[in-house]
């Protein structure tokens, strides 16, 4: 069993930044990749960016290219979700999660999820 517990202030103007955080618990984080997803007010839950157990690898929605960086310390077990630029349309709540094996863009391949973080941006 994986515990994820978010951390991070969650409103910001459009433009601004935040970073949110991801902390483990329980087995091995640095034996699971990790993915970040949001889910808007009517709106299905969706990828926005994952990364491998090491770290070498991350994929990322094309509506976050260029705007969002994961990155992950696994001597802390916690990951994290840096966002710049922000906009409007990204304001959501924001979950992170973690599997086994290598990363997904898919909820379902999730198997532990963080509590949400709601993400506020004001335009």
């Known amino acids: 069993q994986v515990q994820l517990v978010q951390s991070g202030v969650g409103l910001v103007h459009a433009g601004g930044s935040l970073r949110l955080s991801c902390a483990a618990s329980g087995r091995t984080f640095s034996r699971y990749a990790m993915g970040w997803f949001r889910q808007a007010p009517g709106k299905e839950r969706e990828f926005v960016a994952a990364?491998?157990?090491?770290?070498?690898?991350?994929y990322y929605a094309d509506s976050v290219k260029g705007r969002f960086t994961i990155s992950r310390d696994n001597a802390k077990n916690t990951g994290y979700l840096q966002m710049n630029s922000l906009k409007p349309e990204d304001t959501a709540v924001y979950y992170c999660?973690?599997?086994?094996?290598?990363?997904?863009?898919?909820?379902?391949?999730?198997?532990?999820w963080g509590q949400g973080t709601q993400v506020t941006v004001s335009s």
């Open positions: 999660a973690a599997r086994e094996n290598v990363p997904g863009t898919r909820t379902y391949e999730y198997d532990y």
């Open positions: 990364i491998s157990w090491s770290g070498s690898l991350t």
